[in-house]
């Protein structure tokens, strides 16, 4: 390592060029860096217009949300720095003109962020964006005469056919170039047909495509100053800056707004299996420390290309019983408003008995709300939601189980933070607890998925309460219609038996 200045210092000046910076991921990047490093230069966000809307409008909309409010509050002035970049990963030099390669060539640091994470994809679009997306990206930092770090944001299930991950580059599933030529000449639908016997062990076109990037980010790294970030499952901030935040219904999110909702019921989870969630501010404070190493870093660390595991310790990860149980208690205590039925989830240990309950509990109840809503005028939705929920068990299913990441890498990190730095971006997490984090959790979605503002909860809590009764009330009926018609028609034929 070279004589290290603060991370503060090393951004100071500097250009930098973000992809997928309208993600979940990249806002929360964006927000950290110009608020922990307010003298970095300009901070390029690689954006395309989309339903009318300009590179400039969506930037816009972007820094209005939540997220930036502590920014709005102490140093408004340095979202200045942020220049929108008409662009897109899915086309050739990023669909760059000339006028913003020229605009780009001072960028000193790229976060390249963008991916399509949909499990559904068809490979063809997966690969161009995921894996072509990275080349162009790469090809396109080649260019840059004072490129310090290109950070290759992948993840940590990039080869999740393994049971165990190390820190390291895994042989290719497929040699990338070729991979990039078959979704550039085949259409969709051969490429499709082919799909199955590419993927192989791979369980959906998202991890596939994701591994093939990371040998690209692999073979530039041998000329460029490349590191591969791979995040576990990124769930909402702990602290920074502010305690809860999401802006999207995925992974652990979706099933526990699902479960709050009323609307998720059911499910067949292997509940014993750890899932491993790293805090979302935490994750991009790490992304900063490792591109600020690779800064500092001899030209000869370029090989091998590191490698890093954002993964929690097996201590700081949560059982699906332990998320599970703990969000019931939670929606007692800080119910939505938002609530169609009493909070409850029933698991179910095979899908066959998963399909005859999803049907009874979720999809019918769904199905006579929609004729409600339908008969007074509004606009069904349920039975929609249902579907997504569905189909996204039967996608997820190939994750119901339980990994082992090694993150000595990652977690080494800590000692090589400055003193000074240790505040601002220090990576310890969750020292309060699991249950801690579970109800910063718990509260940032009702505040921020739900849009329901502290205010609304003693009315909220009014409203569990009246489900509860009448949860309870239709259960009494159901149970007692149940045993007089078992009365009636079952008892004299087994009198008869008898």
């Known amino acids: 390592m070279s004589s290290l200045r603060s991370i503060p210092d090393t951004f100071s000046g500097a250009d930098v060029f973000i992809t997928g910076g309208s993600g979940f991921m990249g806002k929360v990047l964006i927000e950290k860096l110009l608020r922990s490093c307010p003298g970095v230069g300009k901070v390029f966000v690689l954006i395309r217009e989309r339903r009318g809307k300009t590179g400039s409008d969506r930037i816009d909309e972007l820094v209005k949300v939540p997220l930036f409010d502590v920014i709005r509050q102490n140093c408004p002035k340095v979202l200045d720095k942020l220049v929108p970049v008409n662009g897109d990963c899915s086309q050739l030099k990023l669909g760059l003109d000339d006028a913003s390669w020229k605009q ?10 963008a991916a399509s994470v949909r499990f559904d994809d068809p490979l063809q679009k997966a690969i161009l964006l995921n894996t072509r997306g990275t080349r162009e990206a790469l090809e396109w930092a080649s260019t840059l005469k004072k490129l310090k770090a290109f950070i290759h944001v992948s993840t940590t299930f990039s080869n ?3 049971a165990e991950i190390e820190e390291r580059l895994y042989p290719a599933k497929m040699n990338w170039k070729k991979s990039i030529e078959l979704a550039e000449t085949l259409n969709t639908e051969v490429l499709e047909v082919l799909s199955a016997k590419l993927l192989g062990d791979s369980p959906n076109t998202y991890t596939y495509s994701k591994s093939i990037a990371e040998h690209v980010a692999n073979d530039y790294g041998k000329r460029l100053p490349v590191v591969i970030f791979r995040p576990a499952v990124v769930t909402s901030a702990e602290k920074e800056p502010l305690p809860g935040w999401i802006d999207n219904f995925n992974g652990p999110a979706g099933l526990a707004a699902g479960c709050a909702s009323g609307v998720l019921r059911t499910g067949c989870i292997n509940m014993k299996a750890h899932i491993d969630c790293i805090p979302v501010d935490v994750c991009i404070k ?3 420390v490792a591109a600020w190493l690779r800064a500092h870093a001899s030209a000869e660390a370029t090989i091998p290309v590191p490698v890093y595991n954002c993964a929690p310790h097996k201590h700081k990860s949560a059982s699906f019983w332990l998320m599970v149980d703990e969000g019931i208690r939670l929606n007692e205590i800080f119910p939505v408003s938002r609530m169609l039925w009493k909070p409850s989830f029933t698991n179910y240990c095979c899908m066959s008995a998963y399909y005859l309950a999803f049907f009874l509990y979720q999809l019918l109840p769904s199905l006579l709300f929609d004729i409600v809503l339908r008969t007074t005028g509004h606009k069904p939705m349920l039975m929609k939601l ?3 929920i569905f189909h996204a068990v039967v996608t997820l299913g190939r994750f119901n189980a339980e990994w082992i990441f090694h993150s000595d890498n990652y977690h080494g ?4 933070i400055l003193e000074e730095d240790r505040k601002q971006f220090g990576l310890a997490y969750m020292n309060e607890g699991i249950t801690q984090y579970g109800l910063v959790c718990h509260k940032g979605g009702r505040r921020y998925l739900f849009k329901d503002p502290d205010s609304t909860l003693p009315q909220a809590v009014i409203q569990f309460n009246r489900m509860v009764w009448l949860d309870r009330a239709l259960k009494l009926i ?7 018609l078992v009365y009636i028609y079952a008892y004299p034929l087994i009198n008869c038996y008898l």
């Open 386 to 388: 249902q579907r997504k």
């Open 413 to 416: 990190m800590q000692k090589e």
């Open 160 to 162: 999740c056919e393994l």
């Open 104 to 113: 780009l060539e001072n960028v000193q640091f790229v976060f390249h962020a």
């Open 286 to 288: 790490a992304i900063l």
């Open 478 to 484: 159901w149970y007692g219609v149940s045993s007089i």
